[in-house]
């Protein structure tokens, strides 16, 4: 079973805030760049690479000379090519999933689950940004938790500047991030303009629902964020979510349900938290959000 006094007593922020660290993005998408950011500004003085970086040029030579860690922020092939090329560093995995969790079905599935194993397996040590998912591993590698006390830096609520609010949805359609509710949600409140934008969502715009499916830029991103007031992410099931992160840090109110990912966050004064089992229970919380941003004048 895991045990929390293996869990390392060290702030990350302490720890990986400095140069002779190096964190690898190797992913490609939007809401994975985010992330990047995200971990830009609260370690500034470490160093950073992406894929394309190691698509170019290679691993940067100030970077593989003078780093002591690797902290890979997602599960990637390209991770364990780094461990192959520089075996005598410490490298360190960011676990985003519990075990057996994939966004993908089939054998892209069992393949992503097989390559987070290795992963795992091959790393000295896991990071954690839900206490959620980190419970899920039975491991007897240190372990910690950078919490949304160091990774979440949530801006005031923002106020209201127009008559009626918008409402949004970001990230890229999967089945359980349920989308077909909040397009649903759309048609049961036709005097609000609800936007999706998600890349590969089935469904169409109508009415008050206007649908983006194409990719976004990391600049398109941030500025659909500044765009709208209140952003429901009505998924099925969650460890954790960047769009959520990226919410609070532009001062949104967020409407989620009360699944153990989502949970950690109750409490704080712009998260909306409604029950995942009750069909009425999105409404509710939609209606209460509303009358709230009505009352919190500009």
């Known amino acids: 079973m895991f045990d929390s006094e293996k869990m390392s007593s060290k702030s990350p ?8 660290v190096c964190f690898l993005f190797l992913g490609k998408s939007p809401a994975g760049f985010l992330d990047l950011e995200r971990f830009r500004r609260l370690f500034p003085k470490a160093q950073f690479a992406t894929r394309n970086d190691l698509l170019l040029t290679g691993l940067p ?3 593989s000379k003078q780093s002591r860690s690797y902290v890979y922020i997602h599960s990637s092939p390209y991770n364990l090519m780094i461990r192959l090329l520089h075996s ?3 490298h360190i995995l960011l676990v985003h999933n519990p075990p057996g969790f994939s966004s993908r079905t089939g054998m892209m599935g069992l393949l992503d689950n097989l390559i987070l194993k290795l992963n ?14 980190l419970k899920k591993y039975q491991t007897i590698k240190d372990c910690f938790l950078i919490t949304k006390k160091d990774f979440v830096v949530p801006a005031p609520v923002k106020k209201r500047t127009g008559t009626l609010p918008t409402v ?12 077909e509710i909040f397009c649903q949600l759309a048609k049961e409140n036709r005097t609000i303009e609800f936007y ?8 169409d715009g109508q009415a008050n629902l206007y649908v983006r499916k194409d990719w976004l830029s990391d600049g398109e991103v941030d500025r659909i964020y500044a765009k709208h007031d209140i952003l429901i992410l009505p998924y099925k099931n969650v460890s954790q979510s960047g769009p959520l992160f990226l919410g ?25 938290l409604y029950s995942a089992s009750d069909t009425n229970a999105l409404q509710m919380a939609l209606r209460d959000v509303f009358r709230e941003w009505k009352e919190y004048g500009s």
Not at 13 to 20: C, G, K, L, Q
Request: charge should be negative; include cysteine.
């Open 13 to 20: 922020s302490d720890e990986f805030n400095a140069p002779d």
């Open 120 to 133: 795992i397996t091959l790393s000295n040590r896991l990071a954690f940004l839900s206490e959620h998912v």
């Open 196 to 203: 999706v934008y998600s890349e590969g969502c089935p469904v």
């Open 248 to 272: 609070f840090e532009k001062g949104l109110r967020i409407v989620v349900p009360n699944l153990q990912g989502f949970e950690e966050y109750r409490g704080l004064s712009n998260v909306y």
């Open 88 to 90: 005598g560093r410490e």
């Open 168 to 179: 949004f949805f970001f990230g890229r359609y999967l089945p359980y991030k349920n989308v």
């Open 61 to 63: 030579e100030e970077i």
